[in-house]
């Protein structure tokens, strides 16, 4: 009875209740991705092989990745400055 109500609302407002919009979509994806994270997050700390090797991986990136992709950020910012006249 109440699905009858809210589909005969829905309908007299000219939509479907079963219309998925983009924005809604995207929003329900965000949802799931977020508790998805957050799940695998939680199971990472909480077990101790898992959370080495997550603390290895954290450290190897800020230590190797990230100061090389810094440098030739600055590296390429100075090369396009050589280049600009003002």
Known sequence: MR??????AAGARGQSRD???DQRAEQV???L???AAAGIAAYVIKTPPLR???WRLAVAA???ALPSWFGRE???AWRES???TI
């Open 33 to 35: 991705l977020t508790v």
């Open 19 to 21: 219309d998925m919009t």
């Open 74 to 76: 600055v590296r390429d």
């Open 52 to 54: 080495r090797m997550a």
């Open 29 to 31: 994806a965000n949802v």
């Open 3 to 8: 699905n009858d109500v809210l589909c005969r």
């Open 62 to 64: 800020l230590t190797g």
């Open 82 to 84: 050589a280049h600009r």
